[in-house]
């Protein structure tokens, strides 16, 4: 069983097989790959999730994840400046995911939304 380790230690762990816990903070996906930014309270880490890589099974879980959704990856750690989170520069090639809790879909996403839909939704906007 791979070491569970925070993302502020992430870094340390090059390499390396680890298990992240926390919740999805965002997703993006290009075809063949799932991009997860995942939040534990001491960063936000960006999780690779290739299809080739892991089981179909794991690959439309990752497609199927929901903002604050929580989570468990396992994967290898690979430093890369490109890679976005706080403080960046690390992600984590992903080889096994678990949700722990979906969470219903949020109304209003990390994307526009039109005047109308905040009047209608005031009590989500803060």
Not at 39 to 57: L, N, S, Y
Not at 68 to 93: C, F, K, M, N, Y
């Amino acid at each position: 069983m791979a070491e569970i380790v925070t993302i502020r230690e992430l870094a340390r762990h090059e390499g390396q097989q680890v298990t992240l816990r926390g919740w999805v903070y965002n997703k993006t996906g290009k075809g063949k790959l799932a991009f997860i930014q995942l939040r534990d309270g001491t960063g936000i880490a960006q999780c690779v999730v290739f299809k080739g890589d892991v089981p179909e099974a794991v690959f439309e879980a990752a497609e199927k994840l929901t903002q604050e959704s929580a989570i468990q990856v396992t994967g290898t750690v690979r430093l890369d400046a490109r890679a976005p989170g706080v403080p960046g520069g690390v992600e984590l090639g992903v080889s096994a995911l678990d949700v722990l809790h979906a969470a219903e879909p949020y109304p209003i996403q990390p994307k526009e939304h039109g005047a109308e839909f905040l009047l209608d939704n005031r009590h989500l906007w803060i």
